[in-house]
Nanobody, 127 residues
Framework: QVQLVESGGGLVQAGGSLRLSCAAS????????MAWFRQAPGKEREFVAA????????YYQGSVKGRFTISRDDTKNSLYLQMNNLRPEDTAVYYCAADQRTLYGAPISRANNYDYWGQGTQVTVSS
């Protein structure tokens, strides 16, 4: 059974940092793109960042560019999101996602590009 499990969320003050992790089990996602999405209360799920299979291409939502960094470690079958200079508007449940259809695919912002999703981890930024 394929599972993506996020961790690292929590409560932080504005300007602080958090590092989210996503551990995959049941299969490897080497050679496939992965991504982070988030969903704030009362809002639709939105794209945050994506990374291609060999980490040579990354794509960020405009509001997080320069503050967030997506990375992966395929030796650990893991995806990461380093979040710096957090803002109250970054408060949301953060989800990792993995593609399994497009070998060597580009980092894509569309949610329907991804086949596997984690259960989410809560990030709360206080002002």
């Amino acid at each position: 059974q394929v599972q993506l499990v996020e961790s690292g969320g929590g409560l932080v003050q504005a300007g602080g940092s958090l590092r989210l992790s996503c551990a995959a089990s049941g299969r490897t996602f080497t050679n496939y793109a992965m991504a982070w999405f988030r969903q704030a209360p009362g809002k639709e799920r939105e794209f945050v960042a994506a990374i291609n299979w060999n980490s040579t291409s990354r794509y960020y939502q405009g509001s997080v560019k320069g503050r967030f960094t997506i990375s992966r470690d395929d030796t650990k079958n893991s995806l990461y999101l380093q979040m710096n200079n957090l803002r109250p508007e970054d408060t949301a449940v953060y989800y990792c996602a993995a593609d399994q259809r497009t070998l060597y695919g580009a980092p894509i912002s569309r949610a329907n590009n991804y086949d596997y999703w984690g259960q989410g981890t809560q990030v709360t930024v206080s002002s």
